[in-house]
């Protein structure tokens, strides 16, 4: 059974936002969802939410035509809103009125700027809609939708407050090639074991046809071995098990979950946990 679902999309024209949007609406086509486009207006220089660091002031007017301009040729239902509430505001309503599947932004290029000066906006967003988050960077190559899916885990389990219904029916319908990968300090095994088990019984991949597929790497450092792995693989989606203990009140983007976003050149599935 297809989903009836929604992928609620933020936007704020720039051209990370355009490649989130062109993704997310590929990914919309074969599961049959709607798309809310969210526009959140900048009002403030000062803005500390602001993803990247520009500002476009647009007037109403100006805002409901880039809108109408981008929403215009896509193949999927839409619902577009403008907003000037902060991001986290708005998100969070958006997502307790139209309870979507997934959120979708994009990520523009930051490898130019130290690590501590970027700000890690998809966390801020994930914890204030416990929502799972799809971040499209600007200069992924990958298109929608994906075929080869890398979960990278840990060998601690996975305890979802909310199940993802809208991931595992995603995956339903996709039916994607699965790798679980774990990454193993060069001293110690990369067995898949413990790995495959606690994404096994967290039950995300429930109902699939294709089974799961195991790939342990050894690094020294957890966030580049999860993109070695993810190359090895030939993965065209990388899914991170975002716990909360990883990413609350984590200072500097120093949670492997926020180093894998910086530095990440796939489209990244951000789920997550209760923990």
């Not at 500390?48 to 109408?68: C, K, M, Y």
């Not at 301009?69 to 958006?94: I, M, N, Q």
Request: charged share 20%; proline share 7%; aromatic share 4%.
């Amino acid at each position: 059974m297809l989903m009836a679902t929604s992928f609620l999309v933020l936007t704020d024209f720039t051209p990370a936002a355009d490649q989130a949007l062109r993704y997310a609406a590929a990914l919309a086509v074969p599961v049959k969802a709607a798309l809310v486009v969210l526009h959140i207006r900048r009002e403030t220089l000062l803005d500390p939410d602001t993803f990247n660091g520009s500002i476009r002031h647009l007037s109403e007017g100006e805002v409901a035509a880039a809108l109408q301009e981008r929403v215009k040729a896509l193949a999927v239902p839409v619902t577009v809103e403008s907003t000037v509430d902060s991001v986290e505001d708005a998100l969070a309503e958006a997502v307790r009125r139209y309870a979507p599947a997934l959120v979708v932004l994009g990520k523009p290029n930051t490898e130019g700027t130290p690590d501590e000066l970027v700000s890690s906006t998809s966390l801020k967003l994930l914890r204030a809609t416990h929502t799972p988050l799809l971040v499209i960077p600007q200069d992924s190559a990958a298109t929608a939708p994906p075929r080869r899916l890398n979960i990278a885990a840990d060998n601690s389990p996975i305890h979802f407050g909310v199940p993802p219904e809208g991931v595992r029916e995603l995956l339903r319908v996709l039916q994607p090639h699965l790798t679980v990968t774990h990454i193993a300090a060069p001293e110690y095994s990369d067995t898949c074991t413990a790995a495959l088990d606690a994404v096994t019984t967290s039950g995300l991949v429930t109902g699939l046809a294709t089974r799961l597929h195991a790939h342990g790497t050894r690094h020294r450092s957890v966030p580049a071995g999860i993109l070695q792995a993810a190359a090895e693989t030939h993965a065209d989606l990388l899914v991170l098990i975002a716990r909360r203990r990883s990413f609350w009140g984590q200072l500097f983007n120093r949670s492997v979950t926020s180093q894998v976003i910086l530095h990440g050149r796939l489209p990244m599935l951000l789920l997550p946990t209760a923990d």
